[in-house]
C-alpha cells in the first residue's frame, strides 16, 4: 500500500500558502475541479518537487441505484493518468435519483447523500464499485459520508457495511473521522464501534475536517478548525492501525497559513499519540486483497430488481429533499427539513461564487431569498442556469423590492440571459415573449 505522509486538501485559494507550507508529503485535489488541458501552476509545481497528487471524485454517485455513468469514469480515469496517481478516490453515497429506471423526474442532490445500510443497497453499490474498478487505470478506495438524517429499516451498521463491501470487492477505504463524529453526533452511532468494526488492513488513507454544532445537529462543514473529539476518534484509529497517510480538509472560509499549520501539527500530534497506545512496531497492514476475477459474481436478475427497489426509495427522499415532495414513511421529518434547508443553502453558496454579482445586488437578503427559492425548485441545468432562473423568479414576482435593486437585477439578467433561439412550439414562443416583457425586455 502506498505510503502518503501528512497532506491537505489543495484548493486554488490557498495554492500558494500550501506550495510554501513545510512538511505537507501529499495533497488531494477534486477531480472535477481540474481541466486536463490546464492544469493549474501550482499543481504543477508541486508534482514537479515530487509531491504526489491525488484526485478526489465527488460526482460518480457510487451508492446510487444507477450503474456508473461511463463518461465520469472515462474523465476520473483520464485525471489520475494525469497525475500519475497512485490511487483515486470517492463516496459512498447517491448524488442523483429518478429517471427511466424509477420512471420519475430526473433529480439531482448537489450533494453527497447517505445509502441505506441495507442488503439490497450493498449488492447495487459492490455492483458499481467493480464496474469502477474495471474501468479505473489505478486501485480506487471509497470513503464513508457525514449525515444528518438516517433511513429506516437499517440492516447494517456502518462498520459492518464497510467491511463487506470491502470483503467482496477488494476496494480499499478512505476513512473520514470527521464523518465517522458527525454520525456519532447526529445519528447516535458510536465512532469506536465503527472503527472495531472496520477492516482497518484495507485503509488506504484519513480525511480530518471541521465542522459545526447548529441546533442539536452537527454539521460536517470543512470550515471551521478540526474540533478535539475529531482528533480523538483519529488518535483511535492510529492506535489500531498505523494509516498510510492522513489529510487535512478545508474547503471554505479559510483561515490564515498559520493557523492550517497548527492544525497540521495537530493532527500528528494525535496521530503519535495513538501510535504511543501501541508498540509502534506494526506496519499499515495489506491492503484487502482484490477479489479474483473468476470471484465476481455476475450480474443478476435479483441485483436489477435490488437496483429498481433502491432506486425508487432514493428518488422518494431526494423529492422530498430538492422537490417539495413527501417526506417517505419512517424518516425523521424534523432531519429531514433540516437536511433540506442545508442542501438550500449549500445551492446558495455556489451560485454566489459562480454569480457574484446576485449577493453584492440583493445585499443581506440575498441567501434567505435564494434560500426560500431553492426549497422544493430543484435544479434543471447546473448552477449558472440556476443564478438567471432565480433572478427571473424574483422579478416576476416583483422583487426585491427596492426598485434601485430591482434595475439592477433586471439589467443583470437580460444581459446575462442574452438573445437565444426561440423555442420551437408556440406556446413556448409565447411564454418566453411575455417573461421578456414582464422583466422589461
Not at 459520508?145 to 478512505?174: C, D, K, M, S
Not at 454539521?219 to 494509516?243: C, G, M, Y
Request: net charge neutral.
Amino acid at each position: 500500500m502506498t505510503h502518503l505522509g501528512t497532506g491537505i486538501g489543495w484548493r486554488p485559494e490557498i495554492a500558494d500558502a500550501v506550495e510554501a507550507m513545510p512538511g505537507v508529503d501529499w495533497v488531494e485535489v477534486v477531480a472535477e475541479n481540474i481541466c486536463p488541458g490546464h492544469l493549474p501552476a501550482s499543481l504543477t509545481r508541486l508534482r514537479e518537487r515530487g509531491v504526489t497528487v491525488v484526485p478526489h471524485g465527488v460526482s460518480l454517485g457510487l451508492g446510487g441505484a444507477e450503474r456508473p455513468d461511463a463518461a465520469r469514469l472515462e474523465a476520473l480515469a483520464e485525471r489520475a493518468r494525469l497525475l500519475e496517481a497512485p490511487l483515486v478516490t470517492e463516496h459512498i453515497a447517491f448524488v442523483r435519483a429518478g429517471g427511466a429506471l424509477t420512471a420519475s423526474p430526473a433529480l439531482e442532490a448537489g450533494h453527497l447523500l447517505p445509502v441505506p445500510r441495507t442488503r439490497d443497497a450493498l449488492d447495487v453499490l459492490c455492483e458499481n464499485v467493480r464496474v469502477a474498478q474495471d474501468a479505473l487505470p489505478v486501485p480506487l478506495a471509497v470513503e464513508n459520508i457525514a449525515a444528518l438524517l438516517a433511513w429506516p429499516g437499517e440492516e447494517l451498521t456502518e462498520g459492518q457495511f464497510l467491511y463487506e463491501l470491502a470483503e467482496r470487492t477488494g476496494v480499499r477505504l478512505l476513512i473520514d473521522v470527521a464523518n465517522l463524529y458527525t454520525n456519532q453526533v447526529n445519528r447516535g452511532e458510536e465512532a469506536a464501534k465503527a472503527l472495531a468494526d472496520l477492516p482497518v488492513e484495507a485503509i488506504a488513507y484519513v480525511h480530518v475536517a471541521g465542522g459545526v454544532l447548529k441546533d442539536g445537529v452537527w454539521h460536517d462543514s470543512h470550515a471551521h478548525p478540526v474540533p478535539e473529539p475529531v482528533l480523538d476518534i483519529l488518535a483511535d484509529l492510529a492506535s489500531r492501525v498505523r494509516p498510510p497517510g492522513v489529510l487535512l480538509e478545508r474547503d471554505d472560509d479559510f483561515p490564515h497559513p498559520a493557523e492550517l499549520e497548527r492544525e497540521l501539527g495537530s493532527i500528528r500530534a494525535a496521530v503519535a499519540r495513538g501510535r504511543a497506545a501501541t508498540d509502534g512496531d506494526a506496519g499499515a497492514g495489506a491492503a484487502a486483497a482484490a477479489a479474483p476475477e473468476g470471484a465476481r459474481p455476475a450480474v443478476t436478475a435479483a441485483t436489477d430488481r435490488a437496483r429498481q427497489r433502491v432506486g425508487v426509495a432514493q428518488a422518494s427522499l431526494l423529492s422530498a429533499l430538492v422537490a417539495g415532495g413527501p417526506v417517505p414513511e419512517g424518516f425523521d421529518r424534523a432531519r429531514v427539513r433540516v437536511q433540506a434547508r442545508a442542501l438550500a443553502a449549500k445551492r446558495a453558496g455556489i451560485v454566489a461564487k459562480v454569480a457574484p454579482e446576485l449577493p453584492r445586488i440583493l445585499g443581506d437578503s440575498y441567501r434567505p431569498l435564494f434560500v426560500g427559492y431553492a426549497l422544493g425548485r430543484p435544479q434543471s441545468g447546473g448552477y449558472r442556469k440556476d443564478a438567471l432562473d432565480f433572478a427571473e423568479h424574483l422579478l416576476l414576482a416583483g422583487r426585491p423590492e427596492s426598485a434601485r435593486r430591482r434595475n439592477r437585477l433586471r439589467a443583470w439578467w437580460l444581459e446575462r440571459s442574452g438573445p437565444a433561439p426561440l423555442p420551437r412550439t408556440p406556446a413556448a414562443r409565447v411564454a418566453r415573449a411575455t417573461r421578456r416583457v414582464l422583466l422589461g425586455g
